[in-house]
C-alpha cells in the first residue's frame, strides 16, 4: 500500500486567517465574552501579520480584582462558543 502524501498550502490558510469576516467572527465572540463577564471588560480585534487576534481584558482595577478572585474571564469563556 502507497503512502498518501498531503502538501498543505501554507498561503491559504494565512488568506483564510486575514479574512475580514473571520476578524469580525473573532470581534463578536470577543464582544460576547466581555459582555458576560460584565462591567469592566473590554474586547478589542486586530489583524496580526499571519492571522486575525481578539482579546478581552480587563480595564479598571474593579475588574481586575473581581478577575482575581473569580476567575471571571475564564468562566465567561462559553459566552465566545
Given amino acids: 500500500m502507497a503512502k498518501s502524501q498531503i502538501k498543505w498550502n501554507l498561503r ?7 479574512e ?13 465574552i466581555a459582555d458576560a463577564a460584565g462591567p469592566g471588560y473590554e474586547a478589542s480585534t486586530f489583524e496580526g501579520k499571519n492571522r486575525g487576534r481578539a482579546s478581552v ?11 482575581a478572585r473569580n476567575q471571571t474571564l475564564i468562566r465567561s469563556l462559553d459566552a465566545g462558543r
Fill in 57 to 67: 481584558i480587563t480595564a479598571n482595577a474593579n475588574a481586575r480584582r473581581d478577575n
Fill in 12 to 18: 491559504a490558510f494565512r488568506e483564510l486567517r486575514l
Fill in 20 to 32: 475580514p469576516g473571520v476578524i469580525d467572527d473573532l470581534g463578536e465572540r470577543a464582544d460576547a
